[in-house]
């Protein structure tokens, strides 16, 4: 099982420090924490340990998974927002995609086993990501993501 100090060591390797590309939706972001998610934030001054509690709080806490997928989902929601990460889980198992995590969600993730989901989550990641107009620019760094996070998930 992943513990939460264990999946923010995983996804801060891809965050990293201060950016403020004009091509980021996201606009000015550090640690992966976004102006646009959080504009009452001063993006520029925040440290690694606020990125860990906000990560705790607003993504590893909501995720609706435990064990192995629960590190897939919540890389997901790190890099695409909380909602959009349940959608795609929810395409995944073949439930209607309204990002809201229920009982019919929760019984179809019943249906699978975790290496099947994470396969599953991980290609709708991937055809999202595709149709990003950042992908041109950014479509490789997404998909090296992606391919590590297969690892992982392989060996767990």
Known sequence: ?????TAF????GHEG???NN???PGGETKWGISKRSYPNLLIHDLTEED???IYKRDFWDVVPTTDELRFQLFDFAVNSGIHIAIRYLQRALGVADDGYFGP???LALTKYSEHELIMKLNAERLE???KLNGWNEFGRGWARR???NLRYGAQE
């Open 1 to 5: 099982m992943i513990d939460f100090n």
């Open 9 to 12: 060591d995983r996804i801060i």
């Open 17 to 19: 420090g201060y950016v």
């Open 22 to 24: 004009p091509s980021d």
């Open 51 to 53: 990125a860990r509690n």
């Open 104 to 106: 019919i969600s929760q």
């Open 128 to 130: 999202f990501m595709t």
């Open 146 to 148: 992606i391919a590590q």
